[in-house]
């Protein structure tokens, strides 16, 4: 008897918290802007400022719900909603026409979920792409420059390395060979290259160190494939955490950054109706090195020049030994010099901030420049050699690296943790230099392969069309489980919105996302749960045949018979679930989530829940309806 207690009181749980956790649903989002300080600095986003957008929506008539400061977010923000996609879409364009300079003006929804829902976390159903609107990128890693760029590093450590043993070289230079970047260094004394390989070997053994030529001793060293192949990876992880960081920056929510085959970044950003912004931020890879400027008797091998961005007529000539890169970038914000000017104020992570006093503690005097490195991409024209025309082979973008001086000034004092970067352009510029070193730099250059823009009105069709299309599929499984099964049937089709609620509730309360294959899964998964009901009532009705003594037992021996048959197919079409999330990528795992979920649900009710609605409800006067 306490068994069959604890049993009901554990049914009775399950379905009311399942009811609690879809209730979020029902509650409709309210289109809405968001207002962001560009420099990180929450004090920008105050009382004055909400005061002032509020009374600039009014002058232009913007009906608008409700300004508040939301200050539980990092960075703080300030929220417009409206109740109409017409006020958001007026409101974007004239707050980003007054404060575009200082702030990531971009669109969303927020929720109107009630307080007590909320404080026991209950939320909507976060919806993907497909049915939000929002854009689409597809990125490709240039994994070739970002090679021979990590090879210009390390070139710098070893000639940094070779003076600090004092092993006499010409130069240290990235070369090409068929194709293969590889490091040489040639020397004017074979036991020198001798002794330099000894060294090298142990403190940078990802490469292979040959020495040729004895007559002109030349060190090559060529990359372990192994160290390629690792050197990618990490390349592509790195992207995919600054993409996620410079998106968090955005204030997108809950965007998608996943990896798509060897090379291939797949970007989401569900809400985002105006792509520009979030393309020019997420896209860049715009990065810091700074290098002192040469003296005048500094070998010609151990110099390069380079533009200044400003005026790229105008050059100065730096050390190819770089001090720190934007790597070591901590904290990034915009504030304003003595003459008005943007300037960025830097903070530098502990090995950073080593390494700048170890460099300027002697360089007092001298002049310190900021590289601004920047991959663009082009388009390239296959050129016809016979006729010097175009010829008609499709274009292909090429990525190249662009490297300009945006701040060439003299070291008054030592430099430690913390110092600031002036000439660095428009407000905007420097907003944009901040926010990109908040993010940190990317690994390796990417390019845009494919971009879609998908507008809230297709996406707000799209869950109409999912919401009829599981409407249409629920009532002819009603028709049919009520005219074969009768009352069983209505049994059935209980279970089944029993199992709808359940799938709702589970995907709200671990935040899964829904998307357009999403619910093709959930339209599935209706069918899948009546399979097992009618697999239940069809042994029912044998065991009926032949004279079982009541229909409970009758039920209870149909019940059991029909159970393994159940777990085989299901557990079959669990396990192809399970494939399709580990291996497929956007719509595919959508699909996945889904139909993992509703094969579980789908059990406990078609073995649980239907069993109890019929033990709980039968009656003898109505035996004949039953089945």
Not at 68 to 93: C, G, M, W
Not at 451 to 480: D, K
Not at 516 to 524: D, S
Request: net charge negative; glycine share 6%; with cysteine.
């Amino acid at each position: 008897m306490w068994l069959n207690v604890l049993k009901n009181i554990g049914l009775f749980t399950v379905l009311i918290v399942s009811v609690v956790y879809s209730l979020p649903n029902l509650y409709k989002q309210s289109p809405a802007v968001e207002v962001i300080s560009l420099s990180g600095d929450t004090s920008q986003i105050n009382d004055t400022m909400r005061e002032e957008v509020q009374k600039s929506l009014q002058d232009q008539n913007v009906t608008f719900n409700s300004i508040e400061i939301n200050d539980t977010s990092v960075p703080s923000k300030l929220v417009i909603t409206l109740d109409t996609y017409e006020e958001q879409i007026k409101t974007y364009q004239l707050l980003e026409h007054n404060y575009e300079d200082n702030f990531i003006i971009s669109l969303s929804r927020q929720s109107n979920v009630p307080s007590w829902l909320d404080s026991i976390g209950g939320s909507p159903v976060n919806l993907g792409l497909d049915l939000q609107g929002g854009v689409h990128f597809l990125m490709e890693v240039d994994l070739e420059l970002a090679l021979r760029t990590q090879l210009e590093s390390i070139s710098s450590e070893i000639r940094r390395q070779l003076r600090e043993e004092r092993v006499r070289f010409l130069l240290v230079r990235v070369q090409s060979t068929s194709g293969i970047d590889q490091i040489e260094i040639p020397f004017r004394e074979l036991s020198e290259a001798q002794k330099a390989q000894d060294q090298l070997n142990e403190s940078h053994p990802q490469f292979t160190w040959s020495l040729q030529d004895q007559a002109n001793p030349l060190l090559v060293a060529s990359i372990n494939p192994s160290y390629i192949e690792e050197f990618n990876n990490n390349a592509i992880e790195q992207n995919l955490v600054t993409l996620r960081n410079r998106i968090n920056e955005l204030g997108v929510s809950e965007p998608i950054v996943q990896q798509n085959g060897d090379r291939r970044i797949i970007v989401e950003l569900p809400g985002v109706q105006d792509p520009a912004q979030a393309k020019k931020i997420i896209g860049s890879t715009a990065n810091l090195e700074f290098r002192l400027e040469a003296t005048p008797n500094s070998p010609s091998f151990e110099t390069v020049s380079f533009p200044f961005r400003e005026n790229n007529n105008q050059t100065a000539i730096l050390e190819r030994d770089i001090i720190i890169t934007g790597d070591n970038v901590t904290n990034a914000n915009v504030s304003y010099d003595e003459s008005g000017s943007p300037q960025v104020n830097i903070s530098l992570s502990g090995t950073g901030g080593r390494l700048m006093a170890d460099y300027t503690q002697n360089a007092i005097g001298r002049r310190m420049a900021v590289l601004f490195k920047e991959v663009r991409n082009r388009t390239v024209y296959v050129t016809d050699i016979s006729t010097s025309q175009i010829s008609d082979l499709p274009p292909r973008t090429e990525s190249y690296l662009t490297s300009e001086i945006i701040s060439l000034a003299t070291i008054q004092a030592v430099l430690g943790s913390q110092f600031r970067i002036t000439g660095v352009g428009t407000i905007q510029e420097a907003n944009d230099l901040a926010l990109l070193l908040r993010a940190g730099s990317l690994s390796a250059p990417m390019h845009f392969v494919e971009e879609r823009t998908i507008g809230p009105s297709l996406g707000a069709r799209n869950v109409e069309q999912g919401f009829w299309s599981m409407v249409t599929g629920l009532a002819l499984v009603l028709v049919f489980m009520i005219a074969y099964y009768k009352l069983s049937g209505i049994a059935a089709v209980t279970a089944l919105l029993v199992n709808i609620c359940l799938i709702i509730s589970i995907m709200s309360f671990i935040g899964a996302t829904l998307t357009l294959p999403g619910i093709a899964g959930i339209v599935l998964n209706l069918g899948m749960a009546v399979d097992a009901n009618v697999l239940i009532f069809s042994r029912f009705r044998e065991e009926l045949k032949k004279g079982s003594s009541s229909v409970i037992k009758a039920l209870n021996d149909g019940h059991g018979r029909a159970v393994l048959t159940i777990f085989d197919s299901n557990i079959t079409t669990l396990i192809m679930a399970f494939i399709l999330f580990f291996v497929g990528t956007g719509p595919v795992k959508g699909f996945a989530i889904t139909l993992t979920i509703g094969i579980l649900t789908s059990m406990f009710t078609s073995l649980v829940i239907t069993k109890k609605i019929i033990e709980s409800s039968y009656s003898e006067k109505l035996r004949k309806y039953w089945i």
